[in-house]
């Protein structure tokens, strides 16, 4: 797995950027403009043309790029994923005192996360901030970089019954340890001195504890790798790098798409349920005098997320005949109940795509007594509606602080995007599709 190795370390330098969703957005942004790509504003007017290469932020959390082909536009090829991972939010009080000599963090939960995972661990805060200048409010990404505080926890001698199963209290449990009570040291004073601004200039904030354990490749012939936030920054990753690879498609238009607030939901401004994707797409139909609703009809989406792999040591908890397996490959998702966007049409397209470029397809499916989660391509579809397939990669430990997944999937995962973004993808009527060769293939 050598030839491996330089995509994980990138993906794991991307996760180390990005310890929330807005320095994810971030890092994107800066990958699209060394990439050509021009930044737009939702709030002005767009002067798009053929060949041209843009990006916009919603919220600073969230951000869409696309590629416009020389000639007139008749489809969209999308990718989505998501930037948010599960964390701890800090209130807008964020101290509280405790028994006179300690201060902690008051914080609440962000998604669902496996809180046992939390404890003894090296921690920071990172967020965004806003300034007030010159009566301006403005919004700037903020990253606390160094050990700032860690959530203690009970020794096993004041809590016998702990390896028995413990019920675990946010309010009480998973406070963090931030200093003492008569230390003269502020998060405000910290933020602001990161942010490299006057205390005074901080008026707000938009604060998460980020896990600050270093990415790693482990295991026999370093088969692994291990880090905060590979659920999804794996597939934000896999998808952009896939999308600035690949070559044009004549008359296809190219969307990458990374929302914010997936673990909560979704239903925000910058959420897949919102009206992002939609708009930007219906302003690159105006731009080019074409009809959105036959351009919809003609177009593929990819809705990227990771899923759970067999587990060593618990495979009775996948479903025996849909269980994938680290190192196995993309992982085609599907629900009976809708959960997941995939049908057998858009299945059989992407496994095709995939198999094209030597990528091995597996697939998932939760046990029928085990209700799993929803990914954000089949609330985006409610707005945007689209032939959409379900992917991810298989890992451990999801939600938990620090998950695992595989080294060969990384390259997998980016091999595969490269292929679908160089894809031709037609629709000649409902239930009709045709794929022609991938520019990968071609080369």
């Given at each position: 797995m050598k030839q491996n190795m330089k995509a994980v370390q990138e993906l794991l330098a991307f996760i180390r950027k990005s310890p929330?969703?807005?320095q994810a957005v971030s890092t994107v942004a800066e990958m699209l403009e060394e990439a050509g790509y021009t930044r737009l504003e939702e709030g002005d007017s767009w002067n798009l043309i053929p060949g041209g290469k843009y990006y916009l932020t919603r919220n600073l959390s969230s951000v869409l790029a696309f590629a416009l082909p020389e000639g007139a536009p008749d489809s969209?090829?999308?990718?989505?994923?998501?930037?948010?991972?599960?964390?701890?939010?800090?209130?807008?009080n964020y101290l509280s005192p405790a028994f006179g000599k300690y201060v902690r963090f008051n914080t609440e939960r962000y998604g669902g996360m496996l809180l046992s995972t939390w404890f003894d661990r090296p921690l920071s805060v990172a967020g965004r901030v806003i300034l007030r200048q010159d009566g301006h409010f403005i919004a700037k990404s903020v990253v606390v970089d160094r050990d700032l505080c860690l959530i203690p926890n009970v020794a096993i001698h004041l809590n016998r019954d702990v390896n028995n199963g413990y019920k675990y209290n946010p309010a009480v449990d998973l406070l963090p340890l931030y200093g003492m009570a008569d230390s003269t040291q502020t998060v405000k004073k910290e933020v602001a001195e990161a942010a490299g601004v006057a205390e005074d200039a901080v008026v707000g904030a938009d604060l998460y504890l980020y896990d600050r354990t270093p990415g790693v490749i482990f295991g026999a012939d370093?088969?692994?790798?291990?880090?905060?936030?590979?659920?999804?920054?794996?597939?934000?990753?896999?998808?952009?790098?896939?999308?600035?690879?690949?070559r044009e498609v004549q008359n296809a238009v190219k969307v990458y798409a990374c929302f914010d607030n997936e673990?909560?939901?979704?239903?925000?401004?910058?959420?897949?349920?919102?009206?992002?994707?939609?708009?930007?797409?219906?302003?690159?139909?105006?731009?080019?005098?074409?009809?959105?609703?036959?351009?919809?009809?003609?177009?593929?989406?990819?809705?990227?997320?990771?899923?759970?792999?067999?587990h060593p040591n618990h495979p009775e908890l996948s479903d025996g005949q849909n269980a994938p397996d680290l190192n196995g490959g993309v992982v085609i998702k599907a629900n009976a109940a809708q959960k997941y966007t995939t049908d057998a049409l858009s299945a059989?397209?992407?496994?095709?795509?995939?198999?094209s470029v030597g990528v091995p397809v597996q697939g998932y499916a939760n046990r029928s007594d085990l209700p799993g989660g929803s990914t954000l391509g089949s609330i985006s579809d409610v707005q945007v509606p689209?032939?959409?397939?379900?992917?991810?990669?298989?890992?451990?430990?999801?939600?938990?602080?620090?998950?695992?997944?595989?080294?060969?999937?990384?390259?997998?995962?980016?091999?595969?995007?490269?292929?679908?973004?160089?894809?031709?993808?037609?629709?000649?009527?409902?239930?009709?599709?045709?794929?022609?060769?991938?520019?990968?293939?071609?080369k």
């Open positions: 929330t969703a807005y969209f090829l999308i990718a989505a994923s998501h930037s948010d991972s599960p964390t701890f939010k800090l209130k807008d370093s088969a692994f790798f291990a880090s905060p936030r590979i659920d999804n920054l794996m597939c934000a990753y896999g998808t952009l790098r896939g999308f600035l690879d690949a673990e909560t939901g979704s239903a925000t401004k910058q959420g897949a349920a919102s009206m992002l994707l939609r708009d930007t797409l219906s302003r690159i139909a105006e731009s080019a005098s074409v009809d959105l609703r036959r351009m919809l009809a003609n177009s593929f989406m990819v809705s990227a997320d990771n899923g759970h792999a067999r059989a397209l992407f496994s095709s795509i995939c198999r689209l032939c959409t397939v379900d992917i991810g990669m298989a890992q451990l430990a999801m939600h938990s602080a620090y998950e695992t997944a595989g080294c060969a999937d990384v390259d997998y995962l980016c091999r595969a995007m490269t292929a679908f973004f160089g894809a031709v993808i037609r629709s000649g009527g409902d239930g009709r599709w045709t794929l022609s060769k991938t520019e990968e293939e071609k």
